[in-house]
């Protein structure tokens, strides 16, 4: 198993990392952030009570290393962008070497955000790049991407973050997050949250995001964080979906549709649209632009194909996210938890 980080990098890391940026002092929503010569240590009371408050304690350095070695000479073909995976304390071993070994074969740098030690310490023991993150409450589980995303953009590092649940089938990076102009690119959804569906016609995904490190990304990520504080019955994935239909003054986001007839899906019972192109989203006090991932290259759901049409091999399949239930995920049943 990675065998070309071990090949390439021969297990060394680049040199010395600056100290972390004091732009991570404005993380949090809520809350204080405490910066030394190694580690971010970010305190937030998310739930407005002081019996809630959770810490995160982030290793800046490590990160920064594990980044620019996913990102640097040694995989020319991620193009200076890492690709990230949150590995929680009970991931299904047989998911996650399955879609590290997906990565690897494309020769893709990718980097393993560990909440856990124990976790952290198996993977390091098979030499996959993994940085630990330390949470003192159960439930930072919810909180600890956007705290990393948000991190990475303050540190200046664009980044992929992929769920281990997916497969890479070819290397989206040159043609879909390389060259592209838009600050934040999002996978398309199922159909959740329904009333979102109804009015748009698809929605938004956090199984594959993009973000590079501009105000546009930035201020984003930041009502995505404040929406997981203050909404906690929303799911992570709705969360998306609510951040992109704001009152002012960020206000509701207005699409551009691609051209051409989109193709209609079928999933749990409800009709969605599916394009061949991107989707493009404005926000009129925000200057850039977001993007919904082309379905037929991320696909999220089935899709039949005519006899006739020209057969396209997607990028990065996520149906497999929507096959296994929530439960599974966290239980580990489907190969035994990496801790």
């Known amino acids: 198993m990675c065998q070309s980080f071990a090949q390439r990098s021969g297990g060394r890391l680049p040199g010395p990392v600056d100290r972390p940026s004091s732009r991570a002092s404005s993380l949090v929503t809520c809350g204080s952030t405490e910066l030394s010569d190694r580690s971010v240590r970010i305190e937030s009371n998310f739930t407005m009570r002081p019996a809630h408050r959770i810490q995160f304690t982030i290793d800046c350095v490590s990160l920064m290393e594990a980044v620019m070695t996913a990102s640097g000479p040694y995989f020319p073909t991620n193009q200076g962008i890492p690709v990230l995976t949150l590995v929680p304390p009970s991931a299904s071993l047989e998911l996650l070497t399955n879609w590290m070994a997906s990565v690897d074969r494309l020769d893709v740098g990718f980097v393993c955000i560990c909440l856990w030690r124990r ?16 949470a003192s409450h159960p439930r930072a589980l919810r909180f600890v991407r956007a705290i990393v995303w948000r991190l ?15 497969v890479w089938v070819k290397n989206p990076v040159p043609i879909f997050f390389a060259l592209t102009n838009h600050s934040v690119a999002l996978a398309q959804g199922t159909t959740s949250p329904p009333a979102l569906l109804k009015r748009w016609g698809f929605v938004a995904s956090d199984a594959l995001v993009f973000a590079r490190p501009t105000n546009f990304s930035e201020k984003f990520l930041m009502l ?9 019955w929303v799911t992570l994935c709705d969360a998306l979906n609510v951040a992109l239909c ?13 051209r051409g007839r989109p193709r209609s899906l079928y999933h749990q019972g409800l009709i969605l649209k599916g394009y061949d192109q991107e989707i493009v989203g404005h926000f009129h006090s925000l200057n850039g632009t977001l993007a919904i991932l082309p379905h037929l290259h991320f696909p999220a759901v089935a899709m039949r ?21 929530a439960e599974e995920l966290r239980a580990g049943h489907s190969g035994g938890s990496v801790a």
């Open 152 to 166: 990475l953009l303050a540190l200046g590092v664009s980044f992929i973050s992929s769920e281990f649940t997916s």
């Open 305 to 325: 194909v005519n006899p006739t049409d020209r057969i396209v091999l997607p990028r990065v399949v996520h149906v497999l996210r929507h096959l296994l239930s």
């Open 119 to 134: 976790a952290c310490h198996a993977l390091r023991r098979r030499k996959v790049p993994t940085v630990a993150l330390e």
């Open 246 to 258: 704001q009152p002012p003054p960020l206000g509701s986001v207005r699409w551009v549709l691609p």
């Open 224 to 232: 995505y964080h404040r929406v997981l504080a203050t909404q906690r």
